[in-house]
């Protein structure tokens, strides 16, 4: 049987994952398989992590990552720290001594991956990813090699495990956004400065890497939308769920003529969607392909084990030489693909939900929808209940197709009305 040398960077809740598989005796891993890795040496900052794992005299245990970069034996390094600094600097000393490199960083991939991507091309290796979107499933190498037939229309899901807890609490157990986001705090999902997750932007990293794979472009991360759910009202919840949508985290990316749309938002989705059952912590991510047509991936999207599977997987393919094949097949971050723009969040179309607060008198509702027809923006319904908000009441709509230019236009104008009282609300859908 071949084997071949791993060193674990950052040994925390993913490392240690991945440690277990590792180590674990009757691994699955010597069944399947006539080329096995080998761990060989972990490197954390913090020492006292070897007092939590149970390993074996003879892997090497350091606070000094040069150690396992400098070490000839060793063939991949496991980047598992996350953030841009040191894993940009590690990353790149560990390729240019010859390693291949397996991480799960979607922030550092999603900011520097053209840069890091080229970097390994030059040193003749490769970088693994699995591990950075969807945690356990295996959506890069669905997106990289089992759409390969297929040109990707659209790639959209929810791709935030934290987000969609919170959310799934806020809908099914009717808590409001701060209690959701403590028990998610509680449980360990969120972290104690939650807004990496509760804005969208890990979303939004996640989504760069897909729809790079997915379309085969590059593009200005920075143009990517990116909205979160801290201001999402229980209320909201409700009046969707009687016009029959349930509201998600979306990350979407769509091509469009001549550019793309990457948008991350609260999105309103109808009931018998498939992506409105996915709950709790659980991810999906549609793919939507020219021969294929529509498809959909679920599992959980974080955790040790699940992203420690994804993490496994990426290694047996840089063993089986696998990853240096795609890798360097691959156009995606080669900066040798299409450098095509996002559309601006004002050119896009969508269904809206809209609640305004306004006064209860005779012609409200007209004075609203004249200004939001003088915009080509269309009615689909309207609700109103009695209920008071300081004398005040919701009155919620769901528009047809708009361009949100127009929208926000309408809106601008609605807002000057004396019969609107508070801010009006708007979600986006997705059909
Ligand atoms: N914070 C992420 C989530 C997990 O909640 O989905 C890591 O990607």
Excluded at 45 to 50: E, Q, T
Excluded at 291 to 310: D, F, I, N, R
């Amino acid at each position: 049987m071949r084997t071949f040398n791993v060193g674990i960077v950052g040994v925390g809740i993913v490392g240690t994952g991945v440690v277990k598989i590792l180590l674990e005796k009757h691994s699955p891993l010597l069944e399947k398989l006539d080329c096995v890795p080998v761990l060989k040496g972990i490197a954390d900052r913090n020492l006292d992590v070897r007092n939590r794992i149970d390993l074996p005299s003879d892997i090497l245990f350091t606070d000094d990552v040069d150690i396992l970069i400098n070490d000839p034996d060793i063939h991949v390094i496991i980047e598992l720290i996350g953030g841009l600094h040191p894993a940009k600097e590690i990353i790149t000393k560990a390729l240019e001594k010859g390693k291949d490199i397996v991480t799960a960083n979607k922030m550092l991939l999603a900011l520097h991956g053209l840069e890091l991507f080229r970097k390994a091309r030059q040193c003749g290796k490769s970088i693994s990813f699995e591990a950075s979107v969807g945690g356990g499933i295996p959506v890069i190498a669905a997106l990289r090699d089992g759409f390969i037939a297929n040109r990707i229309e659209s790639i959209f899901g929810i791709v935030n495990g934290t987000t969609n807890y919170i959310l799934t609490k806020m809908t099914k157990e009717h808590v409001k956004y701060s209690d959701a986001l403590a028990e998610a705090q509680k449980m360990g999902y969120a972290e104690k400065d939650p807004s990496m997750d509760v804005d969208g932007i890990d979303s939004s990293h996640k989504l760069a890497i897909l729809a790079r794979i997915g379309f085969g472009v590059d593009f200005d991360y920075k143009d990517i939308y990116c909205e979160g759910i801290s201001t999402i009202d229980l209320s909201d919840i409700w009046y969707a769920h009687e016009l029959g949508y349930t509201l998600k985290l979306l990350a979407v990316a769509k091509r469009i003529k001549s550019a793309i749309e990457l948008r991350v938002h609260p999105t309103l989705l109808p009931h018998d969607h498939p992506l409105s059952s996915v709950n709790g912590v659980f991810n999906a991510i549609c793919v939507n392909g020219s021969a294929v047509g529509e498809t959909m991936l679920y599992g959980k999207g974080a955790g040790q084990m699940p992203t420690a599977s994804a993490v496994v997987a990426d290694l047996v393919d840089v063993g089986l030489g696998r990853a240096g094949i795609t890798f360097h097949a691959m156009k995606t971050f080669s900066g040798n693909c299409e450098h095509i723009s996002i559309a601006d969040i004002m050119q896009i179309k969508t269904r809206y939900y809209l609640r305004f607060s306004v006064v209860d008198k005779p012609g409200v509702l007209a004075k609203i929808s004249g200004i939001l027809g003088n915009y080509e923006i269309s009615i689909a319904s309207v609700i109103q209940h009695k209920i008071k908000e300081n004398g005040n009441v919701p009155l919620v709509m769901m528009t047809h197709l708009a361009e949100e230019g127009n929208l926000q236009k309408a809106l601008t104008e609605i807002k000057r009305l004396d019969i609107i009282k508070d801010s009006t609300k708007f979600l986006r859908v997705e059909e």
